[in-house]
């Protein structure tokens, strides 16, 4: 399936940031709205980030602006950066999850389209995230964007042509960094290079 139309030539860069470790996401449950967990904010101190761009934005959430925050980044919320909706699973885990509700988790793993929780479905996040780059790629310049592992998914879904199938086959940990270059016309990924040891 092809989520990003074809436009001229012009140079963009997208830094994706993947927002700091929760409580939440430290017990494997589904996100709240809640501060980053102790350290995270010295953990970010060492990460080195792109200081210049033309934009940057987070996502709304109280995580991802603290994120933004202890990486220095005076950012603007964008609503389209924010996490998945999880509806009536917020806060909850997995675990608790398939002893409670073991037939709406399945059909939640197993379909994108499937919104057991009342919240947004999979393939619902894919297409807002993909019209967000599609948006970007008419843009010149960098844009920094501090959000959440479901919208770097997405994300990376957009860029290579993959199906909504594949979203749950892309592990993002917290403060991650994925770099996406455009020419106008595609969005590309870009490998990190790698460390001296």
Same mark, same amino acid.
């Given at each position: 399936?092809?989520?990003? !139309?074809?436009?001229?030539?012009?140079?963009?860069?997208?830094?994706?940031?993947?927002?700091?470790? $929760?409580?939440?996401?430290?017990?494997?449950?589904?996100?709240?709205?809640?501060?980053?967990?102790?350290?995270?904010?010295? &953990?970010?101190? !060492?990460?080195?980030?792109?200081?210049?761009?033309? @934009?940057?934005?987070?996502?709304?959430?109280?995580? #991802?602006?603290?994120?933004?925050?202890?990486?220095?980044?005076?950012?603007?919320?964008?609503?389209?950066?924010?996490?998945?909706?999880?509806?009536?699973?917020?806060?909850?885990?997995?675990?608790? /999850?398939?002893?409670?509700?073991?037939? *709406? %988790? #399945?059909?939640? %793993? =197993?379909?994108?389209?499937?919104?057991?929780?009342?919240?947004?479905?999979?393939?619902?996040?894919? @297409? &807002?995230?993909?019209?967000?780059?599609?948006? /970007?790629?008419?843009?010149?310049?960098?844009? /920094?964007?501090?959000?959440? #592992?479901?919208?770097?998914?997405?994300? %990376?879904? =957009?860029?290579?042509?993959?199906?909504?199938?594949?979203? &749950?086959?892309? *592990?993002?940990?917290?403060?991650?960094?994925?770099? %996406? $270059?455009? *020419?106008? @016309? !595609?969005?590309?990924? &870009?490998?990190?290079?790698?460390? *001296?040891?």
């Amino acid at each position: 399936m092809a989520w990003i !139309r074809f436009r001229e030539n012009t140079p963009v860069r997208l830094t994706l940031i993947c927002g700091g470790p $929760t409580a939440a996401t430290r017990r494997a449950a589904f996100p709240l709205e809640e501060p980053l967990e102790d350290g995270a904010h010295a &953990r970010a101190a !060492r990460i080195a980030l792109p200081r210049r761009a033309e @934009r940057i934005w987070t996502s709304p959430a109280l995580s #991802a602006r603290q994120t933004a925050a202890a990486f220095g980044l005076n950012a603007a919320e964008h609503f389209a950066l924010r996490d998945q909706e999880f509806g009536a699973w917020a806060g909850t885990s997995l675990a608790e /999850l398939q002893a409670r509700a073991p037939r *709406d %988790l #399945a059909a939640w %793993l =197993a379909d994108p389209d499937a919104t057991p929780h009342g919240g947004e479905s999979v393939t619902d996040v894919v @297409r &807002r995230v993909a019209a967000l780059m599609e948006g /970007l790629l008419g843009e010149r310049g960098h844009t /920094l964007a501090v959000t959440h #592992a479901a919208v770097i998914r997405a994300a %990376l879904l =957009a860029v290579l042509g993959a199906p909504v199938s594949a979203f &749950r086959c892309i *592990d993002v940990e917290p403060f991650s960094i994925v770099e %996406l $270059t455009g *020419d106008g @016309r !595609r969005w590309h990924w &870009r490998a990190p290079a790698g460390r *001296d040891t």
